[in-house]
């Protein structure tokens, strides 16, 4: 056999030696790319890593515990309504208590004249009889009081104006309830 040398052929070993080096740089692009999608890795295992947030509890378990806690905060719950009903109940009784008072002002109002000047003109009146009255009080007992029985004269004309405010009120009172008596009867 006769020996024959073989001889490579250029343009094989340079079309190889081209497509080993674009091999080459697409390795490379693939290292980069790697590279920068897990240069963040020990970040992403810090967030990505799984922590257990919630129990999964058993049915009967559950149920143990809500009825152990609505014991527990039952009865204050109901004493909580019972003092909310309570407040409840006082406040309309006080709204009813104020509008039957402002009933009993508009009452009041409509007795007395409503201009301005007479209004004054009668406390003007008023006024002038009380200094009558200790006048007239003073000259029965024989002139000059001494000071305690000048301070017993002011404070038994001061309890006589309270009971004559007292009585007047009463009387308006009554009035009131007559016109609401009045009124009921009319409805019906």
């Not at 980069?32 to 999608?37: I, K, M, R, V």
């Not at 999964?56 to 515990?65: D, E, M, S, V, Y």
């Not at 039952?74 to 009903?85: H, K």
Request: glycine share 4%.
């Amino acid at each position: 056999m006769a020996y024959q040398s073989y001889q490579p052929q250029q343009p094989s070993y340079a079309s190889c030696v081209t497509s080993l080096r674009t091999s080459l740089s697409y390795l490379q692009s693939s290292v980069s790319t790697l590279d920068a999608g897990i240069s963040d890795f020990p970040r992403l295992t810090s967030l990505l890593k799984t922590v257990r947030h919630y129990e999964l509890i058993p049915q009967p378990t559950l149920t143990t515990a809500e009825a152990s806690l609505r014991d527990e905060i039952g009865p204050f719950i109901s004493l909580l309504l019972d003092r909310a009903e309570k407040n409840i109940d006082r406040q309309a009784r006080r709204i009813e208590t104020l509008k039957a008072k402002a009933e009993l002002n508009a009452g009041r109002l409509t007795h007395y004249p409503s201009e301005g000047g007479s209004s004054a003109q009668q406390e003007r009146q008023r006024r002038q009889q009380e200094r009558e009255r200790e006048k007239k009080l003073k000259a029965a007992r024989g002139g000059r009081l001494d000071g305690s029985a000048a301070l017993r004269a002011k404070v038994v004309a001061q309890r006589k104006e309270a009971l004559k405010y007292s009585v007047d009120r009463l009387e308006m009172e009554v009035q009131q309830k007559e016109r609401e008596l009045r009124k009921r009867l009319e409805r019906a």
